[in-house]
């Protein structure tokens, strides 16, 4: 059974930082694709960054500079460092893998920036 288990979020003022985790079980991490995606009110679900299993990293262009996406396969986990963070960043903020075509979602984690 996949499992991905988010951690990290909160409230932070523009400019400030945060860190998200996501914790994976239930697949060969070190094999897999990890992503993060965003969803702010009333908006669809977005892509922000992914990292592949050999640790290629693509970003969208609203994150590209700020955003970092790294993974550690020892301990199962993909990070999203989000620096010099802005009021469009709020959302709720998923990790996802795919094992087999199916997709896999965390649970999410409310980032909000403001002042």
């Known amino acids: 059974q996949v499992r991905l288990v988010q951690s990290g979020g909160g409230l932070v003022q523009p400019g400030g930082s945060l860190r998200l985790s996501c914790a994976a079980s239930?697949?060969?991490?070190?094999?897999?694709?990890m992503g993060w995606y965003r969803q702010a009110p009333g908006k669809q679900r977005e892509f922000v960054a992914n990292i592949t299993s050999s640790s290629d990293t693509n970003y969208a262009d609203s994150v590209r500079g700020r955003f970092i996406i790294s993974r550690d396969n020892v301990w199962m986990r993909t990070y999203l460092q989000m620096n010099s963070l802005k009021p469009e960043d709020t959302a709720i903020y998923y990790c996802r893998t795919t094992r087999q075509s199916l997709a896999y979602w965390g649970q999410g984690t409310q980032v909000t920036v403001s002042s």
């Open positions: 239930g697949i060969n991490f070190k094999l897999h694709a």
